[in-house]
């Protein structure tokens, strides 16, 4: 099956400074990517749709000049979290819809996940 | 907005007891996707259910989707240990995007 990898898969930053998280689908080309946040024993929540070669489409409430998304190419996007703040610690994790095969069963391929931690 | 809801949050059971996670949405879904997160994993896709009614099994794993399409549930039998996990149910409504419940926490006693 289709296969996304996620990095890093933890990272720990001091407050202020941002951090990159890359996506990027392994063996398929990936149009769409999404990414979401997860809180401690919550459910997944959808920040943003990333779009290869246009802007990212944000959920409602997702400050899109905090969390950056670009997607340059049909095998990665990146998400970086500018200043990050103690609040923003969370486990982001990307997913995309995989290959021609997976594409008609309609279900999403997850990344790893990365665990942020802002001191 | 579109809602999913599932229940319980949390579920302990014996080794070898069933266990059920209920999957609700305040509207009607086109399909309906289960999958299985382990603990400080990711989430695996299980399955995804898109008919009124349909039933659907792998081995001791038994989903279904209800009539009006805005309820699921996935049932258990006989749970293993490997079973352990947060099982998260998604429903998608036309094209729009996928919502995903809070998911249910399977712990089990061995």
């Known amino acids: 099956g289709a296969v996304v990898s996620q990095h890093p898969s933890w990272v720990i930053c001091k407050s202020g400074t941002s951090v990159k998280i890359e996506c990027r689908s392994l063996?398929?080309?990936?149009?769409?990517m999404f990414w979401y946040r997860q809180f401690p024993k919550q459910s997944l929540m959808l920040m943003a749709t990333s779009n290869e070669g246009s802007k990212a489409t944000y959920e409602q409430g997702v400050e899109k000049d905090k969390f950056l998304i670009n997607h340059a190419s049909l095998t990665l996007s990146t998400l970086t979290v500018t200043s990050a703040h103690p609040e923003d610690s969370s486990f982001y994790i990307c997913?995309?819809?995989?290959?021609?095969?997976?594409?008609?069963?309609?279900?999403?391929?997850f990344g790893e996940g990365s665990r942020l931690t802002v001191l | 907005g579109q809602q999913v809801m599932q229940i319980p949050q949390y579920q302990h059971v014996q080794e070898g007891e069933d266990f059920t996670t209920y999957c609700n949405s305040s509207t009607t879904l086109s399909n309906i996707q289960w999958y299985k997160q382990r603990p400080g994993g990711h989430p695996v896709f299980l399955i995804q259910?898109?008919?009124?009614?349909e039933v659907k099994k792998q081995k001791r794993l038994t989903f279904q989707f209800g009539e009006a399409k805005k309820n699921s549930s996935l049932h258990i039998t006989s749970t293993q240990t490997t079973d352990v996990g947060t099982y998260l149910c998604a429903g998608r409504r036309g094209a729009q995007k996928l919502v995903f419940g809070q998911g249910t926490r399977l712990t089990i006693n061995p």
């Open positions: 997913s995309a819809r995989g290959g021609q095969r997976e594409w008609n069963t309609g279900e999403l391929f």
């Open positions: 063996d398929f080309q990936a149009t769409t």
């Open positions: 259910l898109v008919k009124s009614g």
